[in-house]
């Protein structure tokens, strides 16, 4: 890590200290929040997280979760606590502009800046940079970080298991991006007591009726196949979100089915909001969904696993994936690298 001496100094004496992430947070994002959150508390350190926008309910068991500022509800306190700030951790992201308001307010501070990302391509806005697009997840650094600082003896079962949360969450329960060097991070997890069985519990077997429904409809009525580009693609309208009252985190995960089938290669999930449409890409194998991400829908991630949106209609984005299809027909139809 880039001034990890230097950052060392600064963390040796109380500071305030505003720690954020992405919009609509994922298990790493939070987990490597709060995880840090209480590190940082524990070191005598006034520390707040900043959520740009709400987070899914599956997380409100998380520990500390309760002291987590959403941006979006409550922009004054937000303001503040960015005003007073001596220091910001930038957490799972790796650009300002990824997180609107937020990011304005930490663009315009003169104060220092970490980052602790795993994305590819990071804006080198931080003076503390810390960037390993080779590792599984935030969570999975800031284990790395914490360790550095020399205070592996501080990670005990509470920030474990915030820590635990993002390495579960973004590797799809050790389905992909993992390592050696995850296990034996894992392995010490586990030796301080986190629970798997009772996070995987926490995280995956807690959906609701409605959840599950969902996913149900998505899969026999709003998946289209394009099995000439071993591509399928779930779209859901405005209507789809009011008819299944769609909220934040309802529709985790359920792109991923798509892959399930054997000769699959990319799996597109379209929502249609009020005046965007989201877009979550994954894929198979060497080919890579961040490149189509990134190019066309002003978004990112990694190889397997992009987002994106698009602020055309939710026809001309779905024209425009159509003929991205035909543009990437021949890596689509190569054979199976997975
Ligand atoms: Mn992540």
């Known amino acids: 890590m880039k001034n990890l001496d230097a950052l060392k100094e600064v963390l040796a004496t109380p500071k305030k200290i505003v720690i954020t992430t992405h919009r609509n947070p994922d298990g790493d994002a939070m987990g490597s929040s709060l995880g840090l959150f209480h590190y940082l508390s524990r070191r005598g350190h006034d520390a707040t997280v900043i959520s740009p926008s709400r987070y899914p309910s599956i997380f409100d068991w998380m520990p500390g979760i309760d002291y987590v500022v959403v941006d979006d509800d409550q922009k004054e306190k937000s303001d503040k606590l960015c005003e007073e700030a001596d220091l910001f951790f930038c957490l799972d992201f790796n650009s300002l502009a990824r997180i609107d308001r937020v990011g304005e307010r930490i663009a315009e501070s003169d104060k220092p800046k970490v980052m602790i990302d795993h994305h590819l391509d990071p804006d080198p806005f931080a003076e503390y940079m810390y960037s390993d697009p080779t590792a599984s997840s935030t969570c999975e ?70 959840q599950l429904r969902l996913l149900g409809f998505c899969l026999t009525e709003a998946m289209r196949m394009y099995n000439n580009f071993n591509t399928g693609i779930i779209v859901l309208s405005l209507h789809d979100h009011k008819r299944f009252r769609i909220k934040r985190g309802d529709t985790e995960g359920i792109v991923n089915y798509v892959l399930k089938m054997r000769h699959m290669r990319m799996a597109i999930l379209v929502c249609e909001r009020e005046n965007h449409v989201k877009l979550s890409f994954r894929s198979k194998g060497e080919f890579s969904v961040q490149e189509i991400a990134q190019k066309y829908f002003k978004g990112g991630g990694h190889r397997n696993a992009s987002g994106g949106v698009s602020y055309e209609t939710l026809g001309d984005t779905l024209r425009a994936l159509k003929e991205l299809l035909e543009v990437y027909k021949e890596p689509l139809n190569a054979e199976p690298d997975f």
């Open 141 to 210: 650094m800031l284990y790395e970080f914490i360790k550095m600082m020399g205070h592996k003896d501080m990670i005990d079962d509470v920030i474990g298991k915030s820590i635990f949360t993002g390495i579960l969450t973004d590797t799809g329960s050790f389905m992909f991006a993992t390592s050696p060097k995850l296990f034996r991070t894992v392995a010490d997890l586990h030796e301080v007591g986190v629970d798997l069985t009772y996070l995987q519990n926490k995280l995956f077997n807690n959906q609701n009726e409605k």
